[in-house]
């Protein structure tokens, strides 16, 4: 089967509220949804949203590479053009994973199998997924209540925001008002320094925490595992693992889990490769979203099913979105489903 179509569809999203974190936020998410169709009919879709904050190429960059991989893909073979993705678009990770989604789309639904099945045969059917309740603040029990009565029971929290003692003190007052069995994990977007971190982290001792992400501004592998080694919980590398190296990471393992960005590291099969071999090297990993479109949720979903661990992933964002480019997948309680037909299930509107 050949390419026979190949269209760019810019888009800009804005947020219902400003995403907040210690490396900064934004308001509008923009990016492109790209679409492929072959000679036979078939259309397939995928999400270029890139994000310079999280470990992605610039917008103007992915804008040029896309105009080229359209020029150099036309008429191609969907293998050789699978193929050829490294070569064409293997500095810009999120040029790489919409073109990957894309193709990846066409090829499964070829196969008459869902994405996640094509990755995986035994991919899970549904994935656990964490609620994004925003920054640690005075309101932030009331955003907890509302996501426990929605049906989650693993919350995010963006901290190291304020002072360490300021923040220790609402989690506090956050985990005394929170219902049994709901668990908070906490994300520090590398903002704090080892002491500061060790602060934290040791005074965590009794609450719900689940895990603690990228708590180092200046990460080294030393340093992790110090931080590591002090508690019962899982600490998490997210944008960490860019800093230090998946080589660093999964040699080392100074800490317990990573976090896979599939727009950051450049599409499924690479993330899902890490993931293997991070379960090889006794690590965890959950995969998140960088607050893409309908289309690049559905592809993260697809990933975490081939994943296939049973923990919370961090793909319940779509709500963060006032408007999207099409439908994303369907949410029950605290689990998104992977829908029962070929493909990547993704409708545009």
């Not at 789309?105 to 309740?133: C, E, F, H, T, Y």
């Not at 590291?265 to 995969?287: K, S, W, Y």
Request: proline letters at 6%.
């Amino acid at each position: 089967m050949r390419l026979a179509g190949f269209s760019i569809q810019p888009y800009r999203l804005p947020l219902a509220v400003p995403w907040e974190s210690a490396q900064g936020g934004f308001a509008v998410r923009e990016g492109w949804l790209i679409r492929l169709e072959t000679g036979g009919g078939l259309v397939g879709y995928g999400d270029c949203a890139p994000l310079p904050q999280a470990g992605t190429e610039g917008r103007a960059c992915a804008a040029s590479r896309l105009a080229e991989c359209a020029a150099f893909l036309s008429g191609m073979a969907l293998e050789v053009a699978l193929a050829s993705l490294d070569g064409i678009a293997g500095a810009a990770p999120a040029v790489r994973c919409g073109l990957e989604t894309a193709l990846l789309d066409l090829l499964s639904q070829q196969a008459g199998l869902g994405l996640a099945r094509w990755l995986n045969p035994v991919s899970s059917p549904s994935v656990k997924v964490n609620a994004m309740i925003g920054a640690l603040d005075r309101q932030s029990l009331s955003r907890a209540q509302a996501a426990a009565a929605a049906g989650f029971n693993v919350l995010k929290l963006k901290v190291g925001l304020a002072p360490v003692r300021h923040e220790l003190a609402l989690l506090c007052d956050l985990a005394g008002g929170l219902p049994a069995g709901i668990c908070l994990r906490l994300d520090a977007n590398r903002a704090w320094s080892e002491a500061e971190a060790a602060v934290f982290l040791g005074a965590l001792s009794g609450l719900p925490v689940e895990s603690v992400e990228d708590p180092l501004d200046r990460p080294d592998v030393a340093g992790l595992g110090r931080l590591q080694a002090g508690v019962a919980f899982p600490l998490a590398a997210d944008e960490t693992l860019p800093v230090l190296g998946a080589e660093a990471l999964l040699a080392q393992r100074p800490v317990r889990r990573l976090v896979l960005k599939p727009m950051v590291l450049g599409g499924l099969r690479p993330a899902l490769a890490l993931a293997n071999r991070a379960r090889d090297a006794g690590m965890e990993c959950v995969v998140t979203t960088t607050v893409d479109s309908a289309a690049g949720v559905h592809s993260a979903l697809h990933l975490a099913a081939a994943v296939a661990n049973g923990l919370a992933h961090g793909l319940a964002t779509s709500s963060w979105l006032v408007r999207d480019v099409g439908f994303p997948p369907q949410r029950v309680g605290g689990m998104l489903e992977i829908g029962r037909g070929t493909g990547l299930g993704f409708i545009a509107r």
